[in-house]
């Protein structure tokens, strides 16, 4: 028996709203399954199942807000008996902290102590705080592509949550309902928010995010002994590479050169494995796989760091794809818990508005961020010789708990290794 | 295609792109990338939006040269069949 609880998607989170859940009791679930979607400061976020079973109750209704650690569901592993009501409880109530899914207990267990209060339950009528348009992922997705207007539709999920059924049916809603003669009263029903209301959530999204931002930062500059080194990069010979096989390809598959700079990442991190981890309960644990957050701003103000899920194991194209999946969901809404609880290290790349050199702020647990700025061309001298060449600063800022400059060095010098031999990425 | 239908068209694919800010107020000669605030990810989608509404295939050693409303229609008009 597992407790499925409310999970931590990062060091700044500390409560989520249970959006919808898409398992009833009974449903069997597969490990990473999205059983329900969660809504926190920062996105809608699809919630994944760490393991299979069988859902046996659903704790939490949608439109409760909760805090971290608080038990949304009860999933009886496959072989498992079906428990009593009393037996089930008790799990939560003795550790002091509830279970934690085994592959998001590292940044859990850093994030604020989760405990097992009773939930606070928010009403789900548009309050202030629940004002924001109640819709899953998949239908605000829907609706961006079809330029619908969410608070137009009809929702008919729990507690008023448009579905992407209800996108789906925004344009003809009567197809939803056979039987239903008259296409009017159905839509006509009452959207969740009137239209009248649309200007309020979105200055309480950015109020959130802020509060979410603000919190893992003040964090990070509070706890974290940053130190940080900076390398100038000559990327003619990526940069070459990358213009000549862009050149043979139509426009849809061009790769962007951030992209080999995320892939020389991950492969430096490969020669630096004590950058690529968490430091939780005053020690380094280092992670294997290489899971690449990479910070993603939004247009309506604010960023988000999905992760690049083994991005050491990838190529080019895979990389891109992955790049333009997590960058179309980031800011569509849609992306998974795992995403945003799985990243190992961060990648913010700030060239694109002229900026020559990030002093990055590390994002706890995490132990270092890799910054780049603008491709400029620079005056550079090689073998004694001047010559123009496009320069790139990249920056490291290391958590020296963790590392010294020494093994920080090492990591710079291999990402420039890679982008000199860029046949290798 | 007249050089205001082309400049319909560009509009059209900004606003899908940058949803929350308002194209139709670009002044001719702006930074279009600066006043909307549109990243290289953005940039990518634009040309390739473009390609798929006017058959026209940008090649990356022309995006420098492409900074404005003007500068994009003028080289979208010699180009689009």
């Known amino acids: ?425 | 295609m007249t050089d205001e239908q082309i400049r319909e068209v560009v509009l059209t694919i900004l606003r899908r792109i940058a949803p929350e800010s308002d194209p139709a107020a670009l002044g001719p000669d702006d930074n279009i990338r600066r006043t909307l605030d549109i990243d290289s990810f953005d940039a990518l989608n634009f040309f390739i939006r473009l390609d798929e509404e006017l058959g026209v295939s940008v090649p990356e050693a022309d995006y420098g040269r492409l900074h404005t409303l003007a500068e994009i229609v003028r080289y979208l008009a010699a180009r689009v069949q």
């Open chain 1, 1 to 425: 028996m597992a407790d499925f609880c409310m999970p931590s998607l990062g060091a700044d989170m500390q409560e989520g709203t249970l959006v919808e859940w898409l398992v009833k009791a009974g449903d069997e679930v597969k490990r990473r399954d999205v059983i329900a979607v969660v809504e926190t400061d920062k996105a809608a976020i699809e919630i994944e199942v760490y393991e299979d079973g069988v859902v046996e109750e659903l704790v939490v209704e949608p439109g409760q807000k909760v805090p971290v650690g608080t038990v949304l569901a009860v999933i009886r592993s496959e072989g498992e008996a079906a428990a009593s009501p009393q037996q089930r409880r008790e799990p939560a109530a003795g550790t002091g902290g509830a279970p934690v899914p085994a592959e998001s207990a590292a940044i859990k267990v850093a994030a604020a102590p989760a405990k097992p209060e009773p939930a606070v339950s928010v009403p789900s009528a548009p309050g202030p705080a629940a004002a924001r348009i109640k819709a899953s992922p998949y239908a605000r997705r829907l609706a961006a592509e079809r330029g619908l207007d969410l608070s137009q539709l009809p929702g008919t999920g729990p507690g008023g949550v448009i579905r992407a059924a209800d996108v789906a049916g925004g344009v003809a809603p009567q197809v939803l309902r056979p039987g239903t003669e008259q296409a009017a009263p159905v839509v006509a029903e009452p959207a969740p928010v009137p239209p009248a209301a649309a200007a309020p959530p979105a200055k309480d999204f950015q109020a959130g995010m802020r509060r979410a931002i603000a919190a893992a930062m003040a964090r990070s500059n509070r706890e974290i002994p940053h130190y940080y080194l900076g390398l100038r990069i000559d990327l003619s010979r990526t940069l070459r590479r990358l213009e000549a096989e862009n050149l043979k390809r139509p426009i849809r598959e061009r790769i962007l050169p951030v992209v080999p700079l995320i892939k020389a990442v991950a492969l430096a991190l490969g020669e630096a494995p004590e950058l690529n981890g968490y430091w939780v309960d005053d020690r380094f644990q280092p992670q294997e796989a290489i899971n690449i957050g990479f910070a993603i701003a939004l247009r309506q103000g604010g960023l988000i760091t999905p992760a690049l899920l083994n991005a050491d194991l990838q190529s080019l194209d895979e990389l891109m794809a992955a790049l333009r999946d997590l960058i179309t969901r980031a800011r569509s809404g849609g992306l998974r818990s795992s995403e945003l609880t799985e990243a190992t290290v961060t990648v913010t790349s700030l060239g694109d508005l002229g900026v020559e050199t990030v002093y990055g702020v590390i994002y706890p647990p995490q132990v270092a961020l890799v910054g780049f700025g603008r491709i400029m061309e620079q005056p550079w001298a090689e073998n004694g010789m001047l010559a123009v060449r496009p320069v790139l600063t990249a920056t490291l800022a290391a958590d020296h708990r963790a590392t010294d400059g020494h093994r920080g060095a090492q990591f710079l010098d291999a990402l420039n290794r890679y982008l000199q031999e860029p046949e290798k990425l």
